[in-house]
């Protein structure tokens, strides 16, 4: 194979990896301008998608092309040959896929920017490092423009601050003026606010989508860029008096034109300015390419400083990359998975929580309750009483179709001027803030001047904060390291290395998607839980909550059985089935005990009195699943482990202990189906009888390890199953117990009162 085709060939590789990277590098940044459209239901999927969609394009055509990373000189390509150069690009690109796609699958946004200039960095380290070992001569310096990353980094501090801060003040403003209730308020001031953020949005296209565009040398263009001020008043009084008729006359919602149009700039300006960086590596290398076939010398040899000039991206590659990444905005899963993390994360009212708890969170939220409790201290008592009013929340969705919002028209707008308003200033002053960052983090101010981050979610929402800020920074150290390693191994290991590095990206690739599938299938179970509690009235509580008990004992009998059937056969794929299931069944049982409050609420006055036994229900259905998740992982790790298995007589104890506790199970669940009640008495001297049976089965096994007949380890795995089928006998007739009283309640109520 002559040098031509091998290097020919590395370029088809980086226009492919290209092409990947697309799909989930967009994957990520959709969270960018779909959050605030998405968290207020500003209008249906469709239309939000389609208006991202049309952004995209613009942004794409507007592009001026120029591939702003390798121009702004993350190291001297002049420093390095050809062949290094094209090496420095695959690694690049094989490491962006694995490290966005990391992102990707755990629904964590973070800049794709800066995960591909510290690829580029850590990739270009590397080879620099080779090159000076094998030399003995030059300086990292020589090859390397060190101030750019730390330019990157200031950058992300400066936007988080900055983003967090104006987005908390201007959102805690525009609550004060609108309220939750801000039907009243919109009539006076909606078309001032709608004017005011339709003239910062229009300045934001202006800034971000023209000023580098091919348009720029246009005198109009000109023009407007240098009477900024102008501009914005005259667009202000322009969109003031038209919003205002298309208001009062027409009845039109201009919030969710706002909201709209703020979608389309912000993905108008992400396409025009970040979509180059997808393409512009296996660009880069393919300019390399054509500059190194024609000048006839050896690629060892061949150094680059033709790359070290400003490199021009073709339109009918800036369009197809606008179209795959059209495309991934409409199919991906993992991009709503991103973006249902910042709008979980703005979410107005509590609920379910994707992220834990933490220390870090614990005391960020204690210092600001302290913070809090001295300003109201010095506050005088008619302000707080009057900004109190301005917070009440509203009782109802401002309209039917707002219905099941995160949030509401005026955050989100809020969201979408802030984040305008400082990518805007930033590009016209040359600051270094990110695009991705900024929209985050003006996301979480505004979420917490809103109060969205009540002392029910305040620390679970912070730690979600602070798991993702901590992801930026691991972006920038991983995709350092991994890029660095990565061009290591290619440039010892050549084409091998490549074609083992390519099969290692696509089985992580696979791999990742079925975590995600697996983690989507869990928060959704999660997240289905609370809709059925959601959906609890005082007409349907009983129904509710008794679909709700047996929708998870049901769980019961499957993992017997699938944990009898997989020890029997060693099978560990069907132990592990087995303990998803339990584990399933437990977490769940955590879920309707967050959610019990719903059910109470829904109890009227004359029914309260079942609330007391649901409570039991719930308690008694965690120790079920304590129970299951206990013996089904110990049977999984005894498998696991090669130990020896059951003897016949431990095998005979196993079936006949499984068979009496399987068939009790069974009948509780047909019970509770069948509201037939009149069997408990049967069923407490069943409890009885089977209880005495384990305890036999205890005792026989004991004098089994007495007289050495048995396996230690066997022995212990069956005295702990022993143990755990009596706690599942005992509270699976509790979870009976205390059901058949909550049922009771149901039917005294539905009789009628009969008087003399």
Do not use: C
Not at 208 to 216: L, V
């Amino acid at each position: 194979m002559t040098p031509e085709l091998a290097y020919l060939i590395l370029i088809i590789v980086l226009f492919a990896l290209a092409i990947t990277d697309l799909f989930v590098g967009v994957s990520n940044d959709a969270v960018n301008f779909l959050i605030s459209a998405f968290g207020s239901k500003a209008g249906p999927v469709w239309v939000i998608l389609l208006t991202a969609s049309l952004g995209v394009l613009v942004g794409a055509v507007f592009s001026n092309g120029m591939m702003e990373v390798a121009r702004k000189g993350i190291f001297h390509p002049e420093q390095f040959v050809f062949s290094e150069i094209i090496l420095i690009f695959v690694a690049v690109m094989l490491t962006d896929i694995i490290m966005l796609d990391f992102f990707n699958t755990f629904g964590l946004p973070t800049s794709t920017t800066v995960s591909l200039v510290f690829e580029l960095l850590g990739s270009a380290v590397a080879i620099s490092l080779i090159k000076i070992a094998h030399t003995h001569a030059g300086t990292l310096g020589q090859y390397i423009n060190s101030s750019r990353a730390f330019m990157i980094i200031g950058g992300i501090l400066f936007s988080i601050v900055v983003a967090f801060t104006i987005g908390a003040i201007v959102q805690y403003i525009a609550r004060l003026i609108f309220t939750f209730e801000y039907d009243k308020n919109y009539k006076y001031f909606g078309s001032l606010w709608a004017g005011f953020a339709f003239a910062v949005i229009i300045f934001f296209m202006f800034i971000k989508g023209f000023k580098n565009s091919a348009f720029a040398g246009e005198p109009w263009v000109q023009w407007i860029l240098s009477h900024k001020g102008q501009v914005i008043v005259y667009s202000f009084i322009i969109f003031t008096v038209l919003f205002e008729i298309l208001k009062s006359v027409f009845h039109v919602n201009i919030l969710k034109i706002v909201v709209l149009t703020g979608t389309f700039a912000l993905a108008m300006a992400f396409a025009g300015n970040d979509l180059v960086n997808f393409i512009g590596v296996p660009l880069a290398g393919y300019s390399s390419f054509e500059y190194w076939v024609h000048s006839g010398v050896s690629p060892d040899h061949y150094t680059m400083e033709a790359l070290a000039g400003k490199v021009h991206v073709p339109i009918y590659f800036l369009l197809g990359a606008g179209l795959i990444m059209i495309l991934t905005l409409w199919l991906s899963r993992k991009a709503r998975t991103v973006i249902q993390t910042s709008v979980d994360l703005s979410r107005q009212e509590s609920g379910y929580e994707r992220f834990g708890s933490s220390p870090a969170a614990r005391a960020l939220v204690r210092a600001w309750i302290n913070a809090s409790n001295s300003i109201n201290a010095i506050t005088p008592k008619p302000v707080k009483n009057w900004v109190s009013s301005r917070f009440v929340k509203a009782q109802k969705p401002v309209s039917t179709e707002m219905r099941g919002a995160a949030f509401d028209l005026i955050r989100a707008s809020v969201n979408l001027v802030v984040s305008s308003a400082l990518i805007a200033l930033a590009t016209a002053y040359k600051l270094p803030l990110s695009t991705t960052y900024v929209t985050f983090m003006v996301a979480m101010g505004s979420s917490l001047a809103d109060k969205a981050w009540g002392r029910e979610s305040a620390v679970f929402r912070v730690t979600g904060v602070i798991s993702v800020i901590g992801g930026w920074f691991f972006t920038a150290v991983i995709a350092f390291s991994v890029a660095a390693t990565i061009a290591v191994i290619i440039y010892y290991g050549k084409a091998l290395a490549i074609v083992l590095m390519i099969l290692f990206d696509i089985y992580l690739i696979y791999h990742s998607r079925i975590i995600h599938r697996r983690r989507m299938a869990k928060e959704e179970e999660k997240k289905r839980i609370k809709r059925l509690e959601a959906e609890i009235t005082p007409d349907n509580v009983f129904d509710k909550v008794k679909e709700t008990i047996l929708r998870e004992l049901q769980k019961v009998p499957v993992i017997l059985e699938v944990t009898k059937n997989g020890f029997a056969q060693s099978d560990r794929r069907k132990l592990k089935e087995a303990v998803k299931i339990a584990e399933s069944l437990k977490d769940n049982s955590k879920q309707i005990k967050k959610e019990i409050h719903r059910v109470i609420h829904a109890l009227r006055e004359d029914m309260i009195g079942a609330a007391q036994y649901y409570v039991q229900e719930i308690d008694h259905l965690r120790e079920i699943a304590n129970a299951t998740v206990y013996f089904s992982r110990r049977m999984l790790e005894h498998v696991e482990n090669n130990h020896e298995s059951f003897s016949e007589a431990q095998k005979k104890d196993y079936e006949k202990t499984y068979n009496l506790v399987k068939e009790f199970v069974d009948e509780v669940i047909n019970i509770i189906v069948n509201d037939e009640f009149h069997k408990i008495n049967r069923m407490r001297e069943w409890k009885n009888e089977i209880l005495k049976e384990l305890e036999d089965a205890k005792t026989v096994e004991i004098q089994r390890i007495q007289n050495d007949e048995v396996d230690v380890l066997s022995s212990n795995l069956l005295l702990n199953i022993i143990a755990e089928f009596k706690n599942l006998v005992l509270f699976m007739n509790r979870v009976l117990k205390a059901h058949k009283r909550f049922y009771l309640h149901k039917k005294a109520l539905e009789e009628p009162i009969i008087t003399g």
